[in-house]
């Protein structure tokens, strides 16, 4: 991903590709302690979110249904293995300099963030951290991802929510939906059966 390339900082390239590929909200993803990383099943369990209210980072759980554990794929082993490696398990994944929870990124090109530069430099639209959450449920999506799927990484109350969401890119399911079926009539030959029982 191109974006997550032009942070030009490894940290920061990782959780950029976390958020695409994961669906964390922001607040979830720099809330991660080294403990909620399972490397063996490469998951990562949200169990907090630290969000900043008026400057000032609040950490709680995330809402009842939001708490789950989410895939992550085999890419990311290396680079989050780089990032735990040698830290307590109490330790955040993605910290500041002292240790601390990252700030949100700002993302108007005055700002000069690390974010808002990493966008300028790919020339993509300006996004926030937070439509980085829609690129995961894309690209899950895309890959074939059920709706009930989707909706456990995203966290989302139901399937309906999801739905209601991301309605416009399931819409693809129908073609995709009649081509298994015709490839599935061809190789059980159905054609020939229907042909049979018509004559």
């Known amino acids: 991903m191109k974006l997550a390339s032009a942070t030009r900082e490894p940290m920061l390239a990782t959780l950029v590709l976390v958020l695409a590929h994961g669906g964390?909200?922001?607040?979830?993803?720099?809330?991660?302690?080294?403990?909620?990383?399972?490397?063996?099943?490469?998951?990562?369990?949200?169990?907090?979110?630290?969000?900043?209210?008026?400057?000032?980072?609040?950490?709680?759980?995330?809402?009842?249904?939001?708490?789950r554990t989410v895939p992550f794929p085999g890419f990311l082993v290396e680079p989050l293995e780089s990032?735990?490696?040698?830290?307590?398990?109490?330790?955040?994944?993605?910290?500041?300099?002292?240790?601390g929870y990252l700030r949100r990124a700002k993302t108007d090109e005055a700002a000069g963030s690390w974010f808002a530069r990493a966008v300028t430099a790919t020339g993509i639209e300006r996004i926030?951290?937070?439509?980085?959450?829609?690129?995961?449920?894309?690209?899950?999506?895309?890959?074939?991802a059920h709706v009930k799927a989707v909706q456990r990484m995203l966290g989302h109350k139901s399937a309906a929510m999801t739905l209601d969401t991301y309605a416009d890119?399931?819409?693809?399911?129908?073609d995709?939906?009649?081509?298994?079926?015709?490839?599935?009539?061809?190789?059980?030959?159905?054609?020939k059966t229907w042909a049979g029982a018509v004559s």
């Open 176 to 191: 995709d939906v009649a081509t298994r079926l015709n490839e599935r009539a061809v190789a059980a030959d159905v054609g």
């Open 128 to 144: 926030a951290p937070h439509d980085l959450r829609h690129t995961a449920a894309s690209l899950a999506i895309a890959s074939g």
């Open 24 to 67: 964390l909200r922001w607040s979830e993803a720099i809330g991660l302690r080294v403990q909620d990383v399972n490397m063996l099943r490469r998951r990562l369990h949200a169990n907090r979110a630290a969000v900043e209210v008026e400057g000032v980072i609040e950490v709680g759980p995330p809402k009842s249904w939001e708490k």
């Open 83 to 99: 990032l735990t490696a040698n830290k307590a398990p109490s330790d955040l994944v993605f910290a500041n300099d002292a240790g």
């Open 169 to 174: 890119l399931f819409d693809d399911d129908v």
